[in-house]
């Protein structure tokens, strides 16, 4: 059994992404690891962090983001099927940029890849989710916010990310373009496994925050929306009241301590205001209704949540 690790990037270090951090994290258990490159701006140093890695299971796709052809966040999308296509591995495992494991469910992860490894049944494995906000010390446990997401694929030809790039689906027949297409497609039978992936994704200095926001914003609206959109904005990301969210109790995966010992923007970050910007989603009243219930009531399991799957009882 072989499990390939994968995953694509753009200017990685420009927006703050611990994309260095996320291939280290998983690097021990996997036999090659793939990155789709795309074309970074040319103050962006992403192919040296990447290079410092020094390890030869890392292999180097470099790609051209065309945003016109892929639109609606779906250059994301096939960026990751230009990564998996590259994969040798039976098993393919997949981390965003800004996504890392902890170093005490390797093992887990392994074995568990191992139980399944003849089930062929199983498509995928899920994984749950620590989304962190602001800092490395509050996280969301929230229904805006989705609690598990598959991680880990078999090497199938059909099996293709999906939408932008948040989940996987197997799509036969595939014209390479609509990645958001549910006609014809069909979710991948998957089992649990007992691990975490952690979501820094929203942790970032509030400018640099505002620039990354920006990007994605220009990957799913354009640039030229994106233009109007930010032209009216401040230049730094307000993350709204960060108090009131459940509090990290547990350690961070090692390989996340330099990006933590570089935290200093706590003066920046509203702790106490309770009356600050509420307008994110997990904001809302209809939304902590729903939280409250789903974290009180069914364990953490989301009603009428995002299941992107068919879970098996393995």
Not at 32 to 55: F, K
Not at 78 to 85: G, L, N, V, Y
Not at 204 to 226: F, T, V, W
């Amino acid at each position: 059994m072989t499990i390939s690790g994968f995953t694509f990037v753009k200017n990685a270090t420009k927006l703050y992404y611990p994309i260095k951090q996320s291939i280290l994290s998983i690097i021990p258990i996997v036999d090659e690891y793939v990155v789709a490159l795309g074309d970074c701006d040319a103050d962006d140093r992403t192919i040296d962090e990447i290079q410092s890695i020094n390890s030869s299971k890392i292999k180097i796709i470099n790609t051209v983001w065309d945003t016109q052809k892929y639109s609606n966040g779906t250059e994301n999308a096939h960026q990751t099927d230009i990564a998996k296509s590259h994969c040798s591995g039976d098993w393919l495992f997949y981390l965003q940029a800004d996504e890392v494991c902890h170093e005490k469910d390797l093992p887990k992860i392994q074995k568990r890849c191992e139980e399944l490894y003849d089930n062929k049944e199983v498509e995928g494995l899920l994984f749950r989710y620590l989304h962190f906000w602001g800092d490395y010390w509050h996280y969301h446990k929230s229904h805006s916010w989705y609690a598990n997401e598959i991680r880990i694929i078999r090497n199938d030809k059909d099996i293709h990310s999906w939408e932008s790039a948040q989940s996987f689906r197997r799509i036969p027949n595939f014209d390479g373009v609509n990645f958001r297409q549910k006609e014809g497609t069909f979710k991948p039978k998957v089992a649990t496994v007992d691990a975490d992936i952690y979501h820094y994704g929203w942790v970032r200095p509030p400018e640099l925050m505002q620039r990354k926001s920006k990007a994605l914003d220009s990957i799913h609206k354009g640039d030229k929306l994106a233009d109007e959109i930010y032209n009216n904005k401040p230049a730094y990301f307000d993350y709204g009241y960060i108090g009131g969210l459940n509090r990290f109790e547990g350690t961070h995966p090692k390989v996340m301590q330099e990006f933590i010992e570089k935290f200093n923007w706590g003066d920046k970050l509203n702790y106490t205001d309770k009356t600050a910007d509420n307008s994110f989603k997990h904001n809302k009243m209809k939304d902590k209704i729903l939280s409250f219930i789903e974290n009180n009531l069914f364990n953490g399991e989301q009603v009428f949540g995002f299941r992107n799957w068919i879970k098996m009882k393995l």
